[in-house]
């Protein structure tokens, strides 16, 4: 029996409902600005887990690659179409961190605050 079911994801960041707008048009769903804590914006996935996002003042994003080898964590997003995928992601904001391999089922970005993402190829 699992003792706990996965609530959301958080992710810091400067500026929560800028970031949950670039995800919500990445993955759908609308944000949804906590009414009662300013710095906390909720985005609820269609058909995944619910993102967060949360104010994190002096805020510094993961380095890519990192030389002691961790990322902290990643989100595998699922889609059909690599090429069209990444040109979507990139006109969202993204950026590049590894797409070189183009054989590969999978490339990696970074959200306009700098958390790692795959594109993965479903």
């Not at 990643?74 to 590049?96: M, R």
């Not at 958390?115 to 993965?120: A, M, S």
Request: proline share 11%; net charge negative; hydrophobic share 45%.
């Amino acid at each position: 029996m699992a003792i706990a079911r996965l609530g959301a994801i958080v992710l810091d960041c400067p500026d929560p409902l800028a970031l949950a707008r670039f995800y919500a048009e990445l993955l759908g769903g609308t944000p949804a600005p906590d009414p009662e804590e300013a710095d906390w914006v909720d985005l609820k996935v269609p058909g995944g887990p619910a993102l967060a996002f949360q104010e994190a003042p002096g805020y510094v994003p993961p380095p890519w690659p990192s030389v002691g080898g961790a990322q902290q964590f990643h989100l595998d997003l699922a889609v059909g179409d690599l090429d069209a995928g990444e040109k979507e992601v990139l006109a969202l904001g993204a950026t590049v961190l590894d797409n070189e391999d183009r054989t590969r089922s999978w490339r990696v970005y970074a959200d306009p605050v700098g958390h790692p993402f795959c594109l993965c190829l479903s």
